[in-house]
Structures are given as structure tokens and as C-alpha cells.
């Protein structure tokens, strides 16, 4: 069974940065795709970012790209979203997910963590 647990949601200010992380609970060699959802209240979730084939593609949601990065550490089995240039409308919960099959959906997820983004 694999363990994820974020961290980094919070407040921030428009045009602010924020950065998530999700610690896998086992060695994330071998986990070939790795993203990061978000649900808004009222709408459906929706794939930010992920990397797949090990992190050789990336992939991000038109609205954030050019703003969000994601990334990975192997070393610390631990994958990133850096947000930047903050927009109300990233408010929702972040979900992190990975899976051992590079098609969605992941097979493990973690609980979520809130970012709010005020105007």
C-alpha cells in the first residue's frame, strides 16, 4: 500500500507563491505517473499538472501553465507543485495522486490539502 501526505496548502495573496509537497510513503522508482488534482466547491476536480513515464512528459492545465511547476525527488520520494502568480481562481483542494500505469486515473491519493487565494 502506498502512503501520500501533503503539506504546503494555506493562504495566500494574488500574485503570491505557494509551494505543495507530497512525501510517498515508499520509494517512488518504478511510479510512472505523478500529479496533482484540484477540486473547486461546485465543480468538478481536474488535473493540474503530472508527469508520467518517470517524469519524462509533462503535462499541465492550459490555465496554469507558464505559472505552476511540478517536479519530482527521488531521493526523497517526494513530488513538488510550485505555484506562482496566485489567482483567486486557483482556490480549491489539491489532491496529490500517483500510479504505477502512466494512464489516469492514479491509483493512490492523498487527502488533500486547501489553498486559498485571495483577491
Known amino acids: 500500500q502506498v502512503q501520500l501526505v501533503e503539506s504546503g496548502g494555506g493562504l495566500a495573496q494574488a500574485g503570491g507563491s505557494l509551494r505543495l509537497s507530497c512525501a510517498v510513503s515508499?520509494?517512488?522508482?518504478?511510479?510512472?505517473?505523478m500529479g496533482w488534482y484540484r477540486q473547486a466547491p461546485g465543480k468538478q476536480r481536474e488535473l493540474v499538472a503530472s508527469?508520467?513515464?518517470?517524469?519524462?512528459?509533462?503535462n499541465y492545465l492550459d490555465s496554469v501553465k507558464g505559472r505552476f511547476t511540478i517536479s519530482r525527488d527521488n531521493a526523497k520520494n517526494t513530488v513538488y507543485l510550485q505555484m506562482n502568480s496566485l489567482k483567486p481562481e486557483d482556490t480549491a483542494v489539491y489532491y496529490c495522486?500517483?500510479?504505477?500505469?502512466?494512464?489516469?486515473?492514479?491509483?493512490?491519493w492523498g487527502q488533500g490539502t486547501q489553498v486559498t487565494v485571495s483577491s
Open positions: 495522486a500517483v500510479g504505477y500505469y502512466n494512464d489516469p486515473p492514479p491509483q493512490y
Open positions: 515508499r520509494t517512488i522508482f518504478g511510479i510512472n505517473f
Open positions: 508527469l508520467t513515464s518517470g517524469g519524462v512528459w509533462v
